[in-house]
Nanobody
Framework: QVQLVESGGGLVQPGGSLRLSCAASGLFFSINDMGWHRQAPGKQRDLVAGITRVGRTNYAESVKGRFTISRDNAKNTVYLQMNSLKPEDTAVYYC??????????????WGQGTQVTVSP
């Protein structure tokens, strides 16, 4: 019923930039928090950045000052602008959303993931 479609991943050199997008579609009442997590091979999935419906943000310490999360509520879309990318940023990035399907039904949804590779 609800799908999160991610785009913007790819291969970039160290110091480069990428912009990830994630659009929610389907039947739902509203979306609360949205965010991005990432998972590198052999590592756990970690929070990268989160944003509330009203725009409050939080970031992992490792990306502060380099990444910026934003959202467009009218488009049900969350973005992650990634600058000054480092090899250690290489991971699969997952979009997430806390969705109210109706005022009495809440569920978490995840995108399928998009690969970000930072390499010379």
């Amino acid at each position: 019923q609800v799908q999160l479609v991610e785009s913007g991943g790819g291969l970039v050199q160290p110091g480069g930039s990428l912009r990830l997008s994630c659009a929610a579609s389907g039947l739902f009442f509203s979306i609360n928090d949205m965010g991005w997590h990432r998972q590198a091979p052999g590592k756990q999935r970690d929070l990268v950045a989160g944003i509330t419906r009203v725009g409050r943000t939080n970031y992992a310490e490792s990306v502060k000052g380099r990444f910026t999360i934003s959202r467009d509520n009218a488009k049900n879309t969350v973005y992650l602008q990634m600058n000054s990318l480092k090899p250690e940023d290489t991971a699969v990035y997952y979009c997430s959303a806390e969705v109210l399907k109706n005022p009495a039904a809440r569920a978490d949804y995840w995108g399928q993931g998009t690969q970000v590779t930072v390499s010379p």
